[in-house]
Nanobody
Framework: QVQLVESGGGLVQAGGSLRLSCTVS????????MGWFRQAPGKEREFVAF????????YYADSLQGRFTISRANAANTVSLQMNSLKPEDTAVYYC?????????????????WGQGTQVTVSS
């Protein structure tokens, strides 16, 4: 079984930054492509960012406009999301996800395992 644990969420003012981390245990980390999603109250879970198992392919949601950066450290079994220039509309629970075969990186059902989520709140 694979366990994913997110950390790094919190309350930040608009324009600030946060760095989320997700630590994976239970199986070989490099077996998995990794994604970040978020879900705001009353909304569907939406794609944020993706990194392939070796880090060679990285994709972002168009709406982020270059403010977020995903990275992975395979030696440490972690994937991170650096979030800059945060806006109130970035407020959501952020989830990391792992998948062995991910064709459409934006679809939550392409991923096999999920973390419990970490709350990010951006005040105006």
């Amino acid at each position: 079984q694979v366990q994913l644990v997110e950390s790094g969420g919190g309350l930040v003012q608009a324009g600030g930054s946060l760095r989320l981390s997700c630590t994976v245990s239970g199986r070989t980390f490099t077996n998995y492509h990794m994604g970040w999603f978020r879900q705001a109250p009353g909304k569907e879970r939406e794609f944020v960012a993706f990194v392939s198992w070796k880090g060679g392919n990285i994709y972002y949601a168009d709406s982020l406009q270059g403010r977020f950066t995903i990275s992975r450290a395979n030696a440490a079994n972690t994937v991170s999301l650096q979030m800059n220039s945060l806006k109130p509309e970035d407020t959501a629970v952020y989830y990391c996800a792992a998948g062995t075969i991910v064709v459409d990186t934006t679809r939550p059902d392409e991923y096999d395992y999920w973390g419990q989520g970490t709350q990010v709140t951006v005040s105006s």
